[in-house]
């Protein structure tokens, strides 16, 4: 058994062959961060207002619970949802904080220079499974588009080459309208596609031991081009089970942690082994001190999440129709091959009867 020590809590982690267990018993946050409300004191500040307990009593018990233990600190919240996201990770107020997180990822310093408007027509094409979507420049004029999916798409590949395509096109416009006549192509910038996928499509479950995959063109002859689409997807539900399994051994492990886990014990365990991460946790549970607030952010999210439930279970029937469809194609392929089969029998079967009817008739006469 290993003992580690915090400032108000003493954990036990036990270690095997497979990797860390964590004593899960009387870990909460309240123990980090004092800013934390009782039980009591949210649901007395949610009665103090009808508005609000209007909107907390449309929603379901588990609901509720969810929200009382991310108030409470019984639960972490899953930084990845759009609103904790945005909250805490604003490009525009904390730029630094997804500069290191981009550098990790990117395997190269990197510096948040601004943030560019979206694509509006892209998000409204599709009715979206897309949770958070944020565009900015880098210092050195990249463009990294970061985008988390709640439920991994069908047709990955395909969906994020047209996203890639759609994010250079807007490089070029920008680079050619700023440089007019002494536009060069070498003025363009590379462009990334970062996706985090909170469920991934069952194409990344063949990988269970990678939960970064970083995709650029190449040559089968070893020629060198700059090629300038990039794309880096992050699995967080595969690094999850590698998490439970090993724990966290470097830092973007620990980034990877503070956005997709939302278990008390790791968190803690992450505050630990990296104390970066605590005053991202407090500017969180600052925010929840306004019931309000936090209210309208997790009312957000739940419907974020209906919708993509719809989303999702709208694409999974219509690729089992494209399926079934597929099938039926396939059985009337069969039926008509079949049916010719059967016709040319037929054929010479009555060929056949014509032969013997002759042969009948040779032999009557003979006789």
Not at 12 to 21: C, F, P, Q, R, Y
């Amino acid at each position: 058994m290993i003992i580690a020590n915090s400032a108000k809590a003493i954990r036990l982690i036990s270690v095997n062959t497979k990797g860390i267990k964590l004593n899960k018993k009387n870990t909460n946050l309240a123990e980090f961060f004092p800013m934390i409300r009782s039980r009591e004191q949210v649901i007395k500040s949610i009665k103090s207002k009808p508005k609000l307990l209007a909107v907390y009593n449309s929603w379901r018990k588990e609901q509720q619970e969810e929200f009382l233990s991310l108030c409470t600190g019984a639960k972490g919240a899953k930084m990845l949802y759009d609103s904790y996201f945005k909250e805490i990770l604003n490009p525009e107020l904390e730029p630094e904080r997804l500069s290191k997180l981009l550098s990790l990822l990117m395997k190269r310093n990197v510096t948040v220079k601004e943030v560019l408007a979206n694509d509006n027509s892209r998000l409204g094409d599709e009715m979206s499974l897309v949770i958070t979507d944020i565009v900015v420049e880098l210092e050195d004029g990249t463009i990294a588009n970061v985008e988390v999916q709640r439920l991994g798409y069908a047709f990955t590949g395909e969906r994020a080459s047209c996203y890639s395509a759609d994010l250079l096109l807007r490089q070029y416009k920008r680079v050619r309208d700023r440089m007019k006549k002494n536009f060069s192509y070498k003025d363009i910038a590379p462009v990334y596609t970062i996706v985090f996928m909170e469920k991934s499509p069952s194409s990344f479950k063949h990988f269970s031991n990678c939960y970064v995959h970083q995709l650029q063109t190449i040559s089968d002859t070893g020629i060198k081009l700059n090629m300038l689409q990039n794309y880096i997807f992050i699995p967080v539900d595969i690094f999850l089970e590698k998490l439970h399994n090993e724990g966290i051994n470097n830092e973007l492990e620990a980034w990877l942690t503070f956005l997709g886990c939302d278990e008390p014990e790791y968190i803690s365990l992450l505050i630990d082994q990296y104390p970066y991460f605590k005053p991202l946790y407090s500017d969180l549970y600052d925010i929840c001190k306004n019931t309000e607030k936090v209210i309208e952010m997790f009312s957000k999210e739940l419907q974020i999440l209906d919708r993509n439930t719809v989303k999702y279970m709208i694409d999974e029937l219509q690729e089992q129709l494209d399926d079934t469809k597929v099938q039926l194609d396939d059985a009337k392929v069969q039926l008509d091959d079949t049916k010719e089969q059967l016709d040319d029998a037929k054929k010479e079967l009555i060929s056949k009867d014509k032969y013997i009817a002759e042969l009948e008739a040779k032999l009557k006469a003979n006789n």
